[in-house]
């Protein structure tokens, strides 16, 4: 079977973002263009690894570049989206694995997240091996979305990336764990409600 690839180069829209209520959220990244989108699914860790990674790079570039690269210091606020996902969101793939890359040449992002897939092996050198091959296979490999961006759209994303995965539930002043709609019971207090 040829190995999927969903190109964005470059996206209308790219963005993270949730279905679902905090405490139960489901983490997806969107791109659309043309009329077409596609929806990935992936943990809240991984799209707050993606963002802060991204950033980082961004912040690298322009270090390397001496501020001559097109990157904004921060999210243009032009390139704000704090538009809802594109619905109805239709699951892809589950992300299992994700890469970023600066392209010098066409001075843009270029973002993939490849599905999870399950192997089989023996042993762990056998599964390292397995993996590697299905990673590097550009026509039987697993399937893949790949977005260009550029700085400003790439700065905008890791923003609105990083707000999604904070406005979950509020952490307890106490202990800093999430804190649940049904009650909360804080390690800090030894189990014990606190009263009113």
């Known amino acids: 079977m040829t190995r ?8 209308e829209r790219f963005v993270a973002g949730t279905v679902g209520l905090p405490g139960r959220r ?6 659309s263009a043309g009329g077409r989108v596609t929806s990935v699914a992936l943990e809240k ?11 980082e790079l961004l912040d690298e570039v322009v270090r390397r570049s001496g501020g001559a690269a097109p990157v904004p210091a921060v999210a243009p606020s032009e390139n704000a989206d704090t538009a ?31 599905a999870l897939v399950e192997l089989d092996a ?10 590697e091959r299905l990673l590097q296979d550009e026509e039987n490999g697993p399937p893949m979305l790949r977005v260009r961006l550029s700085g400003a759209q790439a700065r905008a994303f890791a923003k609105r990336a990083l707000d999604v995965v904070n406005a979950g539930r509020p952490p307890c002043p106490l202990c800093s764990l999430p804190l649940d709609p049904e009650g909360h019971v804080c390690p800090r207090q030894n189990g014990y409600r606190r009263g009113a």
């Open 122 to 131: 023996e042993d762990e050198d056998d599964l390292a091996a397995a993996e």
């Open 45 to 55: 860790t991984q799209v707050a690894a993606l963002a802060e990674r991204m950033d």
């Open 26 to 31: 489901t983490f997806f990244l969107q791109a």
């Open 84 to 114: 809802p996902l594109d619905a109805p969101v239709e699951e892809e793939f589950r992300v299992g694995t994700m890469a970023l890359a600066w392209d010098g040449e066409s001075q843009q992002m270029v973002v993939e997240a490849q």
């Open 4 to 11: 999927q690839v969903f190109l964005y180069d470059p996206p």
